[in-house]
């Protein structure tokens, strides 16, 4: 089953926020973690059952070298990206 994948509004403000972020740290910094990000939706796409749920309904994964997950929600053959925050965030 292929799967498409859809980003919300919210999770491309936050992907763009900690983009900035990082890049303020150290140039390059946030193409590491965008490329972090994009690993992890190839993840989604090839298995997205594979994680963990958050409760009854959305699920997440969790980047490996930043402190970052992407919450999200199977529904049919899509996966809506409903946030991607940094763990120390209020959950939803």
Same mark, same amino acid.
């Given at each position: 089953m292929s799967f498409e994948l859809l980003i919300q509004k919210e999770a491309w403000t936050e992907i763009q926020l900690a983009y900035d972020w990082y890049e303020e740290q150290k140039e390059g910094l946030g193409n590491d973690f965008l490329a972090e990000i994009e690993k992890c939706y190839n993840d989604l796409i090839e298995n997205p059952h594979r994680h963990s749920y958050i409760n009854h309904l959305y699920r997440r994964i969790k980047t490996?070298?930043?402190?970052? =997950? =992407?919450?999200y929600e199977i529904e049919d053959e899509r %996966?809506? %990206?409903l946030r991607v925050r940094h763990v120390k965030q209020k959950p939803l």
């Open positions: 490996e070298r930043f402190p970052y =997950i =992407i919450i %996966i809506l %990206i």
